[in-house]
């Protein structure tokens, strides 16, 4: 993985839900985490129900073998992140194996495994696996852990995938959130392409991709007077 030798201070941290903002569409995440603009749509409100149904138990609960955290707050000193965890598990590691952590008033060690709540169905992009590793990332430096896969559970088709923590995502995480920190560093909201994909975004009617489209302005604005007419 890609290493900082900058370490960042509380202040500059970035938010681990901007990632997937980000991956989706870099303009949209500097309107939403630099301008400070937002706007709910269909697919917003159902993301926050999924949200709010996985923090629906106690914080904590303890299971025969299992520890579960809900809403637990992380953070990375080396990336200059920080965010909360839907659910993380600490199961409890087989006599033998040392992978895990230990946990205060328990024996043995325990396995670190976060789980990240989606409202939809698995994508065939990185967005959502980014924010897990970011997940990853910050829990093993957090608690001196190496975590090798966490899960996105999915509200479309209720079931868990599984996502190996291996070299790839790790580098391109690394590469990812060194874009973010620089643009936010600039406070510089990039243009983009519109496309099909801008009609799902919650922020089309703030960002205007399609004026953005139109080198012309005058006959942009004369077009959508038209448009009303």
Known sequence: MLKY???????????????????????????????NLWE???????????????HGGPTKESRKDKVISREMRVFSHELGITGICDVVEFSRCE??????????????KYRVTPVEYKKGEPKVNDADRMQ?????????EMMAAKIEYGYLYYGETKRREKVEADERL?????????????LFDKKHTPKVKWSKSCNACSLKDLCVPKLLKNKNVHNYIKSRIEEDV
């Open 170 to 182: 790790r580098n391109d995480f690394a590469k990812v959130v060194a874009e973010m920190h620089d």
């Open 95 to 108: 006599d033998g194996d040392m992978a895990g952590v230990t946990l205060y008033g328990r024996e043995g």
């Open 132 to 140: 897990l590793i970011a997940q990853i990332i910050c829990l093993e």
């Open 5 to 35: 030798m900058k370490v960042y201070d509380e202040e500059d941290y970035l938010m681990i839900s901007g990632i997937q903002h980000f991956t989706f569409c870099r303009r949209q995440w500097a309107l939403i985490h630099i301008e």
């Open 40 to 54: 709910d749509n269909v697919r917003t409100v159902e993301g926050n129900i999924m949200h709010t149904r996985a």
